[in-house]
């Protein structure tokens, strides 16, 4: 009997404890946690903590990568982003036809330094996310998606009315 009760306290001391990832909070600071240290971080450790799904270590790898931008020491700059770079790959190669996943690894890659090398899918998910993102179904994300692309000038205005529908 004691020993039911000690499993039974441990099981809910680690369920409240256990950490919950805000994927509604992240996507919608997805464009400002690499300029933003405070909220990087915040999104970084609750990333590396709690990613389960595969949208969700997709954006732990972003947030990694992020980490790039707010330490001054060039070892640790490029170990974010190989590791986040490693991250991000894999879980697009087990989650290919994924549109969010297409669309975080774009903006990355749109945005990287040319010398990093980390280009080569910018044409290929451009034209998966402006083909593909009229099939989300979870239509708040597809907006927020949407709205960043529209901002982010990376497409024409044909290709935005693609992404429009």
Known sequence: MRISISIILLLQV???YAQKVDLSGIRQNFNKGVKN??????YHEQLQKGAKSPVEKGYKAAFHMFMAKHTSNPFKKMSYFKDAKSMLEEVIEDNPQNVELRFIRLCIQYYSPKYLGYHSEVEQDKEYVMNNLHKMTDKQTKQLIYDYLDGAKMYTENELALLRR
């Open 14 to 16: 680690c369920i409240c």
């Open 37 to 42: 240290k405070e909220l990087c971080e915040k």
